[in-house]
């Protein structure tokens, strides 16, 4: 696997060391990764749209800390199915699915998965849907779930929100049916804007906390809030970062983005 040779010429080291100078990026709470050193788990993660840079930079660090660490991906089948199918599966991509997350699993695989899926690419909400079939996947074989938060991605990838139901439904439409708008980057991209991770505690799931379709649901609930609340965590730490030094500040000014959002419908 491509991966597996990227690991051994130390380019996820490389990529963390560059990340840490152009994103300057942090992660707090690396601690509570230190359960990876030996034994496998379950990451959740809030996502952003389309190019996810998060999970670039995230896979990057984490190699790098563990470079050992056997570590898979599951993502929306039109990358890990589509014409750079070769490129995703090469890195340790999956097509995200019940099944495949139960067979990555039992095979000793720890897994990176986004509850929020492609409903992630809607941009007017912070956060949207958690799906629940993350826990479905932990239905058969229980692993901790490490729930992580980032903030910062968005402001490197800023995008324009526009309206145009012939490119809607020739580019929007065949991701997810209800998806009313179109998305276009702005550039340049990627923006040398500061980029913080969150990693929370372990989170063990108890018989209880998957023994019905209600329990399911809280559980679902309450991961997505401690998601959440790291997302806030990491938004709060980043802008105390950039507002510590002035020059750092006028630098976000000029080189940060912001949504637009452009024809908007009443």
């Known amino acids: 696997m491509l991966r597996d040779s990227l690991v051994k010429l130390r380019v996820p080291q490389a990529l963390d060391a560059f990340s840490r100078y152009y994103f300057q990026l942090d992660i707090i709470g690396k601690e509570n990764l230190s359960l990876l050193r030996d034994q496998q788990a379950m990451l959740v993660m809030n996502h952003t749209a389309f190019f996810a840079l998060e999970c670039y930079l995230l896979g990057s660090n984490l190699l790098s800390s563990y470079p050992d660490l056997d570590l898979r991906t599951l993502v929306w089948k039109g ?4 014409p750079a199918r070769a490129w995703f ?6 097509t995200a699915s019940i099944q495949n997350g139960h067979s990555l699993l039992e095979a000793g695989k720890t897994v990176l998965i986004m509850p929020e899926g492609i409903d992630a690419t809607d941009v007017r909400n912070r956060m949207n849907t958690f799906h629940t079939g993350y826990l479905r996947v932990l239905q058969k074989k229980r692993v901790p779930i490490i729930p992580i938060g980032f903030h910062g991605i968005d402001q490197s990838i800023p995008w324009i929100v526009a309206h145009n139901k012939t490119l809607e439904k020739k580019f929007m439409k065949p991701v997810n049916p209800n998806f009313d708008f179109l998305l276009l ?3 340049p991209i990627f923006r040398p804007t500061k980029v913080v ?6 989170i063990h799931l108890a018989d209880k906390d998957m023994a019905s379709e209600a329990a399911l649901n809280a559980t679902n609930e309450r991961i997505k809030t401690t998601v959440s609340l790291l997302v806030d965590e990491a938004e709060q730490y980043r802008k105390e970062r950039i507002t510590q030094s002035r020059p750092n500040r006028l630098f976000h000014k000029l080189v940060e983005g912001k949504i637009s959002h452009l024809n908007k419908r009443r």
């Open 197 to 202: 991770f969150k990693i929370g505690a372990p």
């Open 89 to 94: 599966k090469n890195i340790g991509c999956e």
């Open 79 to 82: 990358f890990s199915e589509g």
């Open 185 to 187: 980057p702005k550039v």
